[in-house]
């Protein structure tokens, strides 16, 4: 497992949404990072397309992006807490 946020080993991954995207915890607990696989992969494959603390609006982007989001990436998306890294 790697520490690197941008790695295909990164340790903290909630879900792959579809082959191309993915969330991830990041590696300071404060927020969700919404991120999409790099055409060619390289040395760090994955790109962040948005940052997000609350659940309801990384639903919102996530349902947004791909043709087909796997159904049981939904469930485990609509089962993370309302607000992630402490307080408001």
Known sequence: MSN???SDHYARVVVRLCPRHRVIVCKDNI????QRRKNGGGEWPWRALGYFRTRDALIRLSASLCSRVDPSAMVALSALPELIGGAK
């Open 4 to 6: 690197q946020e941008t």
């Open 31 to 34: 927020q969700w990072i919404l």
